[in-house]
């Protein structure tokens, strides 16, 4: 059997640092609705998941993000 192995795109060595004030980056993983994409579709590690769902989360508390949009 072929195993894959996925990279996730925001770990390594040139990748993009998670924070909340890096708006172009966390809209690429929030849906139109505002809903955050599961890492299942984005292929995003579980650590760097953690780290996206809190920047997020904190981009919509200081309303950089919204809640929902639509």
Do not use: H, W
Not at 23 to 40: M, Q
Not at 45 to 65: F, G, M, P, V
């Amino acid at each position: 059997r072929i195993v894959f192995s996925k990279s996730c795109p925001l770990s390594g060595k040139d990748a993009p640092v998670v924070d909340y004030k890096n708006l172009n980056l966390l809209r690429k993983y929030v849906t139109e609705k505002g809903k955050i994409l599961p890492s299942r579709v984005t292929q995003v590690s579980t650590k760097k998941q953690k780290e996206l769902s809190a920047a997020i989360k904190r981009a919509r508390y200081l309303a950089l993000l919204p809640y929902v949009s639509g």
